[in-house]
């Protein structure tokens, strides 16, 4: 989890038309990430359950995202967060998400784009946010951003509504992430740095490090 995802999904918990239960895909909280990668007290008194496709710290239920086993209509909300690039059939995935959201239900996703390969078990793609609003298409309204460079961000983030949005909501939201944009432009040097050491392998890292310098 980085810090700028969490930021995100704190302005769409509060000022968009959350829905519960909210159901995270990816939960599993990797070593290091303990407690803050837990998003529970941002949807607090909320039915949260966290999901994932082994077992371990945050993961409620394991469930494959290619097939949910879950009934149709069945969650409020659901978050994919840093997610995506680790699953082989993404529209499969996003169409899945899409089936278990109940009616007026909200997606919300990030992914990475400028980040080394981190491999949590396999690490497939890199996604423009372009690429979001293809796969955000089967939903009713969409919305998808993303932070840093214009020509190379480091991330991008999107959301899908299962319905329709309300205009004073969407206009709050809108205006929060305009300032998340701008403070996220260029993450903190440490932060990155610290990121990248936790989420990549140390030979990716060496390879990373020589491109860097050529």
């Not at 082989?88 to 996703?109: H, Q, S, T």
Request: aromatic share 14%; glycine share 6%; proline share 8%.
């Amino acid at each position: 989890m980085r810090r700028w995802i969490k930021e995100f999904v704190k302005i769409c918990a509060e000022a968009l038309p959350v829905t519960e239960p909210v159901y995270e895909f990816g939960s599993l909280q990797v070593p290091g990430q303990e407690d803050f990668a837990d998003l529970r007290p941002i949807f607090a008194g909320m039915e949260y359950v966290g999901c994932d496709m082994r077992e371990g710290p945050g993961v409620d239920r394991v469930l494959n995202l290619h097939n949910i086993d879950l009934p149709s209509e069945t969650a409020g909300t659901v978050l994919l967060l840093d997610t995506l690039e680790h699953v082989e059939f993404v529209r499969r995935a996003v169409e899945e998400a899409y089936r278990i959201l109940k009616p007026n239900g909200m997606l919300v996703v990030s992914s990475v784009m400028k980040f080394p390969i981190h491999a949590y078990p396999y690490d497939y793609w890199r996604f423009t946010p372009e690429a979001f609003k293809s796969l955000l298409r089967p939903f009713d309204f969409s919305f998808a951003g993303f932070a840093g460079n214009e020509r190379f961000p480091h991330t991008v983030v999107g959301i899908g509504f299962k319905g329709p949005v309300p205009q004073e909501q969407m206009n709050d939201f809108v205006m929060r992430f305009e300032d998340w944009k701008k403070r996220w432009r260029r993450p903190p040097s440490k932060v990155w740095k610290a990121l990248v050491k936790l989420v990549t392998h140390p030979l990716s890292l060496d390879v990373y490090k020589k491109f860097r310098r050529n």
